[in-house]
């Protein structure tokens, strides 16, 4: 990575600007030898979805797996995008790890009976996965060349958002073996809103590259809104104004994978939009909570809080007082007066004075009365 690389990064916002994220080019190391406080990121991963500061999903996804980015090879994250885009696209949720693990698992790349310290991580389809397989390309191995640093110029305020850097393997292949298939019911529900997009809707894995190439979005990056939510050339989340013709579309999807696009492609299934937003995916446990259980609860509370229920919950705590007025107040017990051996009678107003006190529904209860 050359000093030119890093600014053609910055101009399409891929890098915030230089008073927050300060970026260095490498000299002649071979391997990364970053200064204190710097960050290893790679341009062949800016160039397949990746972008800072990463996104919410993307560093949990490090922290749950114990990873770093230079553990994962540049189809990793091509796979890491296009699961993004799906989620965002045409889903309409927002990716998270649970999901990403019944859908896909880590194998460990070797070297000389070792785990690799750069690269050590590759992402594979899960055997029945329902997720259209990415088209990888074989020529992306020198991607580790591509390497430079990054550092946030106030520490205070982290624009990168990546773990601290460490030059080791992830020897302890942490959670690496986490399926929740039995204990997630909604990710069970949103699986199988994937498989029916896949088999009835023709969703396919170039149109999920499509998507985030044609959009001109990261999907790794942090964002304001989902890729389903965009709103056209202008939207705040995209890198780039200009719209790209199909030719071009095809031309950087066959760069970063191995899809073949024609000049001429169409789509298998089109993502949606702002003004087309993707349906709403629940699961069974959620759907019978909104539509049943949900709005029997909520009678049942108001019941509870305008009946005779909540009189004598607060008349075993609180002493209850209608003034002349109709308003509700509350005496609490340690502030009543001595009792007296005959308390005082008010005297009756006329009947053409006297008016019924209304009582007043709280939810809460008032502050004793000084």
């Not at 800072?52 to 980015?69: E, I, K, M, N, T």
């Not at 690496?176 to 009835?200: C, F, M, T």
């Given at each position: 990575m050359e000093d030119f690389d890093v600014d053609r990064l910055r101009r399409t916002r891929r890098i915030p600007v230089a008073t927050q994220v300060a970026c260095r080019a490498p000299g002649d190391e071979m391997s990364p030898t970053p200064r204190a406080g710097e960050v290893v990121v790679f341009g062949a991963?800016?160039?397949?979805?990746?972008?800072?500061?990463?996104?919410?999903?993307?560093?949990?996804?490090?922290?749950?797996?114990?990873?770093?980015?230079?553990?994962?090879?540049?189809?990793?994250?091509?796979?890491?995008?296009?699961?993004?885009?799906?989620?965002?696209?045409?889903?309409?949720v927002w990716p998270s790890v649970d999901l990403w693990s019944r859908l896909f698992f880590l194998k460990p790349q070797m070297a000389d009976a070792a785990m690799s310290a750069c690269g050590a991580a590759s992402i594979y389809n899960r055997p029945g996965s329902s997720f259209p397989?990415?088209?990888?390309?074989?020529?992306?191995?020198?991607?580790?060349?591509?390497?430079?640093?990054?550092?946030?110029?106030?520490?205070?305020?982290?624009?990168?958002?990546?773990?601290?850097?460490?030059?080791?393997?992830?020897?302890?292949?942490?959670?690496?073996?986490?399926?929740?298939?039995?204990?997630?019911?909604?990710?069970?529900?949103?699986?199988?809103?994937?498989?029916?997009?896949?088999?009835?809707?023709h969703l396919a894995a170039s149109d999920l590259l499509i998507t985030f190439v044609s959009r001109r979005v990261l999907p790794l990056q942090l964002r304001?809104?989902?890729?389903?939510?965009?709103?056209?050339?202008?939207?705040?989340?995209?890198?780039?104004?200009?719209?790209?013709?199909?030719a071009d579309v095809a031309r950087r999807v066959n760069l970063i994978s191995n899809a073949k696009l024609p000049e001429k492609w169409r789509w298998g299934m089109k993502p949606f939009d702002r003004a087309n937003r993707p349906p709403v995916v629940s699961g069974p446990a959620l759907r019978c909570f909104r539509t049943s259980c949900f709005p029997s609860f909520i009678l049942l509370t108001f019941i509870f809080l305008s009946g005779s229920g909540c009189r004598c919950f607060l008349a075993r705590t609180r002493r209850m007082d209608w003034s002349r007025t109709g308003s509700f107040r509350l005496i609490a017990r340690s502030r009543l007066p001595a009792a007296t051996s005959k308390p005082e009678r008010t005297p009756r107003l006329p009947r053409e004075r006297r008016r019924r006190p209304q009582p007043m529904l709280m939810v809460s209860p008032c502050p004793p009365v000084l």
């Open positions: 991963h800016f160039d397949r979805g990746f972008g800072l500061p990463v996104s919410a999903f993307f560093r949990s996804f490090l922290d749950f797996f114990g990873l770093q980015p230079h553990h994962l090879p540049a189809n990793a994250i091509l796979v890491l995008s296009s699961f993004a885009t799906c989620c965002e696209a045409y889903l309409g397989k990415v088209p990888t390309v074989e020529s992306a191995k020198k991607w580790q060349t591509s390497f430079f640093y990054v550092k946030n110029v106030d520490p205070a305020v982290d624009f990168i958002n990546l773990p601290a850097f460490t030059n080791s393997a992830p020897t302890a292949k942490l959670h690496w073996g986490y399926d929740p298939k039995k204990s997630k019911a909604e990710v069970n529900s949103i699986v199988a809103r994937l498989h029916h997009l896949v088999q009835s809707e304001a809104h989902k890729i389903g939510h965009m709103s056209g050339r202008l939207d705040p989340t995209r890198t780039s104004a200009v719209e790209l013709e199909p």
